[in-house]
């Protein structure tokens, strides 16, 4: 990995080295199953590293297809578009509490801050009132996992209070 110098781009932006760390971590992974915060810690690194990150799971399995990444369509992937469908995570943005509605059985809810690192993990039911009084205002990346630890659905949340 080439570090630049932290800050060289833009001064008033910079990040520890274990947060460029956590975010070289989240930039490795599948952005299929691991959602759009892959992208943003490729974005996000572009600034501190001239790294190309491309995960396996994108390339396409078909050879001459011509096509680099992968098709989907397997039942695994309708189940959790459905199950992304069917699940409420509101008000956003928010204040102080966030309500989750699901049908997934054994959900967790886990929220990361934009260096990658996990500020809140819980255990969902049907319908959960998660009070997250104690994040600062800013914008963060969650995801929720199914009991099998499959992601199906992510996206950011802003908290402004």
Known sequence: ????????LCPEFTLKVQEIINLTTLAQLCPFTDGSAVYQARALLTRYDSTEYINPCEYSTGQGSGNRFKEFNDNTTVNNDLAALN???????????????????????TIYNVTG?????????????????????????????????QIFKTDKLIINK
């Open 87 to 109: 699940t409420l995570v509101y008000p956003n943005p928010t204040t102080s509490v966030l309500n989750i509605s699901t049908e997934v059985e054994g959900a967790t809810i």
């Open 117 to 149: 690192q996990v500020v809140l993990s819980e255990k969902l039911t049907a319908i959960t009132v998660l009070n997250i009084e104690r994040l600062s205002n800013g914008t963060y990346l969650y995801k929720l996992t199914d009991a099998n630890n």
């Open 1 to 8: 990995m080439a570090v630049q110098n932290e800050g060289a």
